[in-house]
């Protein structure tokens, strides 16, 4: 891959910045709080639910196409290639503006353009991009979550549609959700067993559906059971054909993979310099005169911040890498799953190193004497927990990789 911009690259990006030089309030910028607190896309659509602040920016932004920059143009979108969409979210993220883009944006608009009726995307597209829906991803199930062909909740034929029946486990913002996007059976007997699965769209609103809460160990609300009892699905929310929804999965999770925090190296640079401010902030062990310096004149701490960077380097150029093969075939593929699993582990020793640096203050669980700082710190060392689990285990990661990219015989 070519890591310098082509000419036609280069003024793309000039453009972005001077935009968002001229379009951003500059009390907006540079909230590297953003990035050193990396956040699920559920977490975030409740972060920026509660900054009202950042609305008229992101309608700003639609205005440009930019809010949903790799969809065409007739959907609102600005036609982006994905090396195009890569400049803008570098150039976006480089300024400390918030990651926006919530599982609509993400995962549902690029199945519907890719897969969904004219019908269909002509009711959805529009109300996702502008942010008017918010989307929730019913795919997991008590008994299938890594094996997710064993998935139980049916859909009956009726007439006009479809009559839900079972339950799904951990849908995030399900309670916050205006429509849901549900893996469902539809025929039992299909064998290999995905081949009986379809994708509809249910209205979150829908008689039959119960939302209950899962509070999570980093203290948020943003996990659910979603319990669906005799719910109906008119016909015409059935996405990509009666059968057919194993596909549509596996295009949505390659994106999921792709663009979760624990992916993206930006967020790696922010948490590490997160952690150096604070270990120049902290006083040191205290030398006989009394005069310790700081923290981060431990050369045992630099010499770990030292190999967490050159391994932030590496992820870098691993995604570089998962980046050109996503331009050449046009979608996100198994390597995915590298940086999706070097990432998340990466990220999880970040946050370990910075805890011990910050000792009983990273612990400070209601805030308490220490302040909120102290307590985001504490809700993000149990947050990046989940980075092992979601979007698929470090373990499923591992048989991606070892099955798709380097061949070895499944299970
Ligand atoms: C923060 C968070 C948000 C989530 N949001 C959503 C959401 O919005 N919508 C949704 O549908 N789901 C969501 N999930 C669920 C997530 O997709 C599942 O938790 C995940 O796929 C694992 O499934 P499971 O929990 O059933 O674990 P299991 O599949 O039961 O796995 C248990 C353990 O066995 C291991 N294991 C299982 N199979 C294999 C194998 N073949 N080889 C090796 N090891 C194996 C796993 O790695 C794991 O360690 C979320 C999860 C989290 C943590």
Same mark, same amino acid.
């Given at each position: 891959m070519n890591l310098k911009d082509t000419p036609q690259q280069a003024r793309l990006r000039q453009e972005i910045r001077a935009w968002i030089a001229a379009?951003?309030?500059?009390?907006?910028?540079?909230?590297q709080e953003w990035l050193a607190m990396p956040l699920t896309t559920s977490t975030l659509a409740d972060e920026l639910a509660g900054r009202p602040e950042y609305e008229p920016l992101l309608d700003a932004l639609d205005g440009q196409g930019?809010?949903? *920059?790799?969809? *065409?143009r007739e959907h609102g979108?600005?036609?982006?290639s994905a090396e195009e969409q890569f400049v803008f979210d570098e150039e976006w993220l480089r300024a400390g503006l918030p990651p926006f883009r919530t599982d609509g944006l993400e995962k549902v608009g690029p199945t519907l353009i890719a897969l969904g009726t004219p019908e269909q995307q002509a009711r959805f597209l529009e109300p996702t991009r502008r942010r008017r829906i918010v989307w929730a991803q019913g795919y997991s199930e008590p008994g299938a979550? #890594?094996?997710?062909? #064993? +998935?139980? +909740?049916r859909a009956e034929p009726k007439p006009g549609g479809y009559r839900l029946n079972g339950q799904k486990a951990w849908t995030s913002n399900a309670h916050r959700a205006d429509w849901l996007y549900v893996l469902a059976r539809t025929?039992?007997?299909? /064998? *290999? /067993?995905?081949?009986?699965i379809s994708l509809f769209l249910a209205?979150? /609103? &829908?008689?039959?559906i119960t939302v209950r809460p899962i509070v999570a160990i980093d203290g948020y609300h943003h996990l659910n059971q979603t319990l669906f009892e005799n719910v109906f699905v008119p016909?015409?929310?059935?996405?990509?054909? +009666?059968?057919?929804g194993w596909k549509a999965a596996n295009f949505l999770l390659g994106y999921e993979r792709f663009s979760?925090? &624990?992916?993206?190296p930006v967020y790696h640079d922010h948490a590490l310099a997160a952690l150096k401010r604070d270990a120049r902030a902290m006083p040191g062990e205290g030398g006989p005169d009394g005069t310790?310096? #700081?923290?981060?004149?431990?050369p045992g701490l630099q010499r770990s911040v030292a190999r967490l960077e050159m391994d932030t380097d590496c992820l870098r150029y691993a995604r570089y890498r998962a980046q050109t093969r996503f331009v050449r075939r046009g979608e996100p593929g198994p390597e995915s799953s590298i940086f999706k699993l070097y990432g998340g582990a990466l990220m999880q020793r970040i946050v370990e190193t910075h805890h011990e640096l910050t000792g009983p203050r990273g612990m400070a669980w209601d805030a308490q004497p220490f302040g909120p700082e102290s307590q985001q710190l504490a809700r993000r060392s149990a947050r990046v927990r989940a980075y092992s689990i979601s979007g698929g285990t470090q373990q499923i990661q591992r048989n991606v990789i070892a099955q798709r990219i380097l061949g070895l015989p499944g299970q």
């Open positions: 379009a951003v309030p500059t009390e907006l910028l540079g909230q930019w809010l949903a *920059p790799a969809w *065409p979108g600005a036609a982006f979550g #890594s094996d997710l062909a #064993s +998935l139980a +909740l025929d039992p007997a299909a /064998r *290999p /067993r995905h081949a009986g209205d979150a /609103r &829908s008689a039959g016909e015409a929310q059935l996405v990509g054909g +009666l059968n057919q979760h925090p &624990s992916a993206m310790g310096g #700081s923290r981060w004149d431990d």
